[in-house]
């Protein structure tokens, strides 16, 4: 079985023990003690995080400690929790799922699934991660939480399951100030959920670190098929991340409700820097930027923006000697966690 399942999701006691405590609503305010203040504040942008993922190196921020509504960022989290489930169940992609009548709640898809609807789990993935569907996310969270269930003896209901299983993973990334309440990120059915940009960052960079994550997120457009009643039927996917390709953007997710406002996650890569050692040997330094956007007015000009300020600022802090003012600069995952598989 999966280690990241065996070693921290599927502990009774930690897991119950994290969902009950963690539930805290937004109204309990910013998350104390975390990521400094290392950036301008920006109109329109209520709060943001720019870290370098190979190093954990924040290099700007304001108010990522801020919790607030991440709206469909919050898929980010239910994809990986679909992969490392499939992963663990030894099951396969190619799997149907049915899109479940609980959807009704959800008001309408933005792709036009239909309860009763039948696909595999990665087609399901390309609607949820790149067309951030609604329906799609559900359908998952029902199908996978099941699977949970089965792998583990646990969880009172699938979606029960699923989540608590989202909120494990917060857990086990060091997201304290993160609280999953649906595979989807929209605010019904009771208190919302809610996280930081910091938090957000720190489940980008794991999430960006699985190839197969990677490649559903970094696809512009992917044809889908799904059996309805009327017979099957296909369509085209079209990513909802609008800056996806610009100055080497190559992912994330984006996310909008009411309450949440517009979000973004984008991340970008750079040529990696070679240094020959003393010794002769050869050291690669990969360079990639993730920046989280929270409740920004123009998200796709500004992320490029900051893109840009981060280049700028990681190359300042290289200069300077890579020096570390305080622990919350680097967004590392605790050191008593397990590694990541």
């Not at 937004?26 to 950036?39: I, K, R, T």
């Not at 957000?200 to 990677?214: E, P, Q, S, V």
């Not at 996310?255 to 820097?273: D, K, V, Y």
């Amino acid at each position: 079985m999966n280690r990241f399942l065996t070693l921290c999701a599927f502990s009774t006691l930690a897991i119950l023990s994290f969902a009950n405590t963690g539930c805290q609503g937004l109204a309990a305010g910013g998350g104390g003690s975390g990521v400094p203040e290392m950036g301008p504040v920006f109109p329109g942008i209520a709060s943001y995080v720019v870290v370098d993922t190979h190093d954990k190196k924040v290099v700007l921020s304001h108010a990522a400690n801020q919790r607030r509504s991440v709206a469909s960022l919050t898929k980010i989290a239910t994809g990986v929790v679909v992969l490392d489930t499939i992963a663990a169940a030894q099951g396969s992609l190619d799997e149907a799922l049915v899109i479940p009548g609980s959807v009704m709640a959800l008001g309408t898809s933005a792709l036009g699934l239909q309860p009763g609807d039948r696909m595999s789990i990665r087609d399901a993935l390309y609607c949820a991660l790149m067309g951030s569907d609604n329906f799609a996310a559900q359908a998952l969270g029902e199908h996978v939480g099941a699977k949970i269930i089965n792998l583990t003896g646990q969880g009172n209901s699938p979606m029960g399951a699923f989540v608590l299983q989202m909120n494990a993973l917060a857990r086990h990334l060091g997201m304290s100030q993160t609280n999953f309440t649906t595979p989807h990120g929209l605010d019904v059915g009771g208190q919302p959920g809610f996280s930081t940009a910091a938090d957000m960052a720190r489940l980008t960079m794991h999430a960006i670190d699985k190839g197969n994550f990677n490649f559903f997120v970094s696809q512009a457009t992917r044809k889908v098929s799904y059996v309805s009643a009327g017979g099957s039927k296909s369509f085209i996917v079209k990513n909802t991340n609008e800056a996806l390709g610009r100055n080497g953007i190559d992912g994330v997710k984006t996310g909008t409700t009411q309450l949440a406002g517009p979000c973004l996650i984008i991340t970008a890569p750079r040529p990696a820097t070679v240094v020959k050692q003393a010794d002769g040997s050869t050291l690669v330094v990969p360079h990639r930027l993730v920046v989280v956007l929270l409740g920004a007015q123009d998200r796709f000009n500004q992320a490029s923006q900051l893109l840009a300020q981060g280049w700028a600022a990681y190359d300042g802090w290289q200069a300077a000697g890579r020096q570390v003012q305080s622990a919350g600069e680097l967004l590392s995952a605790p050191a008593t966690a397990a590694p990541s598989r």
